[in-house]
């Protein structure tokens, strides 16, 4: 199956995603009493939280992309891994909400902070498990061949993108706003061009 | 007429709905009183309705990618079921959304838990009707050649995909849970890889 | 300037659009003390108005493939009259909103349905527009020669299509109901395939 | 890299918010005692920040795809720039409904108006050094070989875009109705196609 489509669906899914972070952003009622400035400073939770989130869906879309550009074809079983993927992408504009929602509330806010960690966790354990499928058991749908080393150096540097989250998640125990930091901290820190400018997009993940 | 902006149409109408199920997803109010935790856990008809239908969805596009790859061409009778079988798909957050907020009603949850599984077998059917017009009145648009035989054979199969949606809703007189539970194990079992991983992507509904 | 992603970016926009139809359909608030069946009856005029704005959106991405299938190029004036036309697709998700809204409504059910066809009068004169300045300005950009016998024959048909939709909103000071089915008789009568079945598809709105 | 996922992908995010723009148009409540016509009336400010943006975000997409044409590679560094200009782009929905929101208020309207035409000096701002990258850091990456001379006289021109947007800022402390009158006179300015008709594309904001 060619895998043309396929780049194109999930071009449109993140592309949604991403772009349906904004309805988040909620506009003040007029004439509330408070001024609009204030009303705008106390919603910084909704803004901060979709920055993080812009950040980590494109970061996520740019590793997609350089994972499918090693593919030649695709078969059912990486489609399903394409569609987990996809779901758990699709999903971050509401963990996204609730956590915007509820970081300054004095009840739930730790819970909140820990789904939306959670929920990019799931994410990069999905990029995780759909990428060692192809480097091991699809490795005769690659186009370039990769000695058994380099496959396993890249699926460790990919999983061990995943402590980050993994940490933010425990974290929210203590503190949601810790847990917003270090998620935007990892996103600052993946979208950052490297400082030679030209490392390979695939890169930063993985 | 060219196919590939038929595939990019349908592409982007079909990624819009899944990636709409979303919407369906409310973020409870906070300071309501109860705790988070309680108000997420009885929330949990959507993010089981929002699992099928991503699911089911999924399974469509696939199934979508395999019936199109076969043809060369596309005239306007193709062109008007596809856009058929689009609506059927496009309403789908819209009998989910119905159906999450039912499950747990005590009056209307049959007639919810029937109109969703309804819209399903409603897009089964539609696939149907559309799959039956390019095997049979267009064959002449088909890459390779299929044999009557084959032909009756990928038909036979798809119109048995309809059974499981048309039990589904018969049961919805009866319990809601079960009709959900019955759309669930349709999707699961499409969309599980076959053991070997190298079945064709369009083997599923068919 | 290469023709692709204009054909990408009108996609995009008209399949958000049409997707974007289902948002005016609302989920009744379960426990309202009226049964479901009740409630979702008293909300036809949503889904007729969902029906006929679907059908319509599909039939003018249709000839909008037609009509782009004819180019080999597009420059600045062309981007501009697609831009306009696709404004006019995007608005429809409001005006269809409205008059599902208004339809049943004692105040306001005319002006709603007149806003209503007038918005796909808008939006078949944009066409218009737009295929009558490739016909007659942009002659040069077109892959095949066409006589100004058949130029003028193209367009006289299109002009035509703008008569019904005119009609519609003419009458809607009488009756919105009329309104609405007139919009529907147009978008079934384009929509379904010539008993042929081999129509060019650019055929229909021309 | 390939560019054309970069293309598709920003193609869906430019697509869904120029899409997007429609929900900030609200349907009166039918019933309300005043009459529909006086209600939609009322909401001028929606109708006119929506053409606006609508435009705005068109010309933007129509640059996008010029200064895209010139490359023949995309490196990580070109994919963080894109993704910052994307975030300045599906922001606008948030931004048109708060001046639209606040316009005719006696209150935060300044604010307001100021946050949105800042927003789309933003947008302007990551655009020029998007441009400026490109044609200074990646000249290597061009398909086609410009002078430093050409090279400059471009970015000149494209920093002069910015420079309606900024003072349409400023005037916000004055009057928001002149901000939204200077941000639709910019965006009705470039749309206009140049009399000749055979203007480059590019040719607008830059």
């Given amino acids: 199956m060619n895998k043309a489509r396929v780049e194109a669906f999930s071009d449109g899914v993140i592309a949604i995603a991403i772009t349906l972070l904004v309805l988040d952003l ?26 993080v989130s812009f950040l980590t869906i494109g970061i996520i879309w740019i590793n997609h992309t350089a994972m499918l550009r ?23 504009p509401f963990t ?22 959670g ?28 000695t058994p080393e380099v496959r396993s150096a890249v699926l460790r540097r990919n999983a061990r993108g995943l402590l980050p989250y993994a940490f933010a998640t425990a974290v929210a125990a203590l503190s949601p706003y810790l847990t917003l930091a270090i998620c935007g901290a990892v996103a600052v820190f993946y979208a950052l061009p490297a400082t030679t400018g030209d490392t390979p997009p695939e890169a930063p993940i993985e």
Avoid: C
């Fill in 96 to 117: 996204t909400a609730l956590m915007a929602a509820y970081l300054k509330a004095t009840d739930g806010e730790n819970l909140a902070a820990a789904i939306y960690s």
């Fill in 119 to 146: 929920s990019l966790l799931l994410m990069s354990l999905a990029f995780f498990v759909m990428h060692r499928h192809l480097l091991l058991a699809r490795v005769h749908f690659l186009h370039e061949h990769l």
């Fill in 26 to 51: 909620h506009v003040p009622e007029p004439g509330s009493g408070t001024s609009l400035a204030h009303e705008l400073a106390k919603q910084w939770p909704s803004y901060a939280a979709y920055v």
């Fill in 70 to 92: 090693r593919l030649n074809r695709v078969d059912h079983s990486i489609l399903f891994l394409n569609l987990m993927l996809l779901m758990t992408i699709a999903v971050l």
